[in-house]
């Protein structure tokens, strides 16, 4: 790209880094290789002034100069050669105070950090809009996918009734291993360790917080509603089993762990993360490896689906970079995105929400017992969508597979009370949520 000569000189616009780690380092390579091409594109010459890191001696993939770096992160929120600020730390503190500093003392701030958004972000929106300076954070909500801004932007008038993420690599490289491999679920998260996806203790991962996280700050950008990590169901995939995968794929179905956030006719909403057997015909079935997707449907514009990578210091430093040029652009003519109002959540609870369910039962084998199982989910208004039963003749027991119609998650409860009492039942070996309409 060349400058347009009737474009004044770019203006310099001076980001101070806060961490130089995978998405910091990636950042300042993209920065340093881009900032021509940006400065002819958009009229801002972006250039990284400083850099705070926690330990200034350790060897970095990326050439900095020494004047750049500090282990101060104080020092860089309030310098007079810093414009902007980038957040890529991590965790509550001390992210949580230095952009908070930073947004008080004007500048506007761009993070990655899901967790500080998901339990802060309502706070820290409303300090930036009473500041008038920008808080953007396209990275935190499945990295390197722009999936944001065309949600508070392109969006912003739609009637967004549903969204439906892949939106933790993580797991969904596990249950891709487990249904195309064979894998159980150790020798896949045993893989996914080898190959750097999953940390060395998984459970933000695997017990589905990080993909709760993420989807707290999806519902409140869907929905305009204030909602912490706290307000979101989740459950993890330790429980799904490489049989329950394969009568899945039997069944004509795909396991993903699936942050669901809803919004009802009464305007209540409830966000959930769970494992969900995805119709193989759905676009998410088809997401695999350590890929992302967000589905989103809305009254008027239909279903529409976002895909790339979610992780990664390339894809996510893609995003951040987006978020800062946008910021820069905003800053040198003096104006600012605003996220709007966010109103208190009306949480519909999880006992009321609407799910259809797989169920697994294992059942004494003996003439009656069929009438028996499903006439508890018929006195407890859960009407079944399909059953089949596996296992040999002459077997002892039978295995029931049941799939149900959407029914209130209170009702599938008091079905699964009841028939853990039967003596005909031996026991209830899968409960797995299955996608459905909304
Ligand atoms: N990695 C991804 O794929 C990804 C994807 C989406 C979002 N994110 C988010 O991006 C953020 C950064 O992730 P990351 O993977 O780049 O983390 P990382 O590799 O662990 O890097 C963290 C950086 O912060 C620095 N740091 C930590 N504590 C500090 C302190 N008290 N003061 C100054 N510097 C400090 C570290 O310094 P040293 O280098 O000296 O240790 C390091 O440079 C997180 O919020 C993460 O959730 C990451």
Redesign the pocket.
């Known amino acids: 790209v060349t400058e347009n000569p009737d474009r004044p000189a770019p203006r310099t616009v001076r980001v101070g880094l806060?961490?130089?780690?995978?998405?910091?380092g990636a950042l300042t390579e993209l920065v340093t290789g881009r900032c021509d091409d940006i400065a002819a594109r958009t009229g801002v010459r972006l250039t990284v002034s400083r850099i705070?890191?926690?330990?200034?001696r350790?060897p970095r993939q990326v050439q900095l100069a020494d004047a750049v770096l500090t282990?101060d992160?104080a020092s860089v929120v309030t310098a007079d050669d810093v414009d902007v600020v980038v957040e890529?730390?991590?965790?509550i503190e001390?992210a949580r105070t230095l952009i908070t500093t930073a947004l008080r003392s004007g500048k506007p701030v761009v993070s990655?950090?899901?967790?500080l958004l998901a339990h802060h972000g309502a706070e820290l929106f409303e300090l930036a809009d009473a500041h008038g300076v920008d808080l953007l954070f396209e990275?935190?909500v499945a990295?390197g996918i722009p999936f944001v801004r065309p949600l508070r932007e392109s969006l912003a008038g739609e009637d967004v009734t549903r969204v439906i993420g892949i939106i933790n690599g993580t797991t969904n490289y596990i249950l891709t291993k487990m249904t195309e491999e064979g894998w159980s679920y150790t020798e896949a998260l045993a893989e996914a360790q080898a190959l750097g996806y999953a940390e060395a203790d998984p459970t933000a991962d695997v017990g589905g917080f990080d993909a709760g996280a993420k989807a707290a700050i999806i519902a409140g950008i869907a929905f305009g509603v204030a909602l912490s990590a706290e307000d979101v169901h989740h459950e993890g995939i330790t429980e799904v089993s490489a049989d329950d995968i394969a009568t899945a794929r039997r069944l004509g179905f795909q396991i993903k762990l699936l942050a669901v956030a809803e919004r009802f006719d009464d305007n209540s909403v409830a966000v959930r993360v769970h494992p969900t057997m995805v119709p193989e015909e759905h676009p998410l079935a088809s997401v695999r490896d350590s890929f992302n997707a967000v589905f989103v449907e809305g009254r008027a514009v239909g279903e529409l689906m976002f895909y790339g990578r979610?992780?990664?210091?390339g894809p996510?430093a893609s995003a951040v970079l987006g978020d800062v040029i946008d910021a820069s652009v905003n800053l040198v003519q003096g104006s600012h995105a605003s996220l709007g109002v966010f109103t208190p959540a009306s949480l519909r609870p999880q006992s009321e929400l609407p799910s259809a369910f797989y169920l697994a039962v294992e059942v004494a084998d003996q003439p009656g017992v069929l009438a028996t199982v499903a006439g508890v989910f018929g006195t407890n208004g859960v009407s079944i969508r399909s059953m089949e039963q596996v296992g040999a003749d002459g077997d002892a027991t039978a295995r029931l597979v049941f799939i149900t119609h959407a029914a209130r998650e209170a009702d599938v409860s008091a079905t699964l009370i009841k028939l853990r009492s039967l003596d005909v039942v031996g026991s209830i070996d899968s409960v797995i949520r299955v996608l459905g309409d909304a």
């Open positions: 806060l961490g130089c780690g995978t998405v910091g705070a890191v926690r330990d200034a350790r282990e992160p890529v730390i991590g965790g001390p990655a950090n899901k967790e990275a935190a990295g979610g992780a990664g210091g996510t």
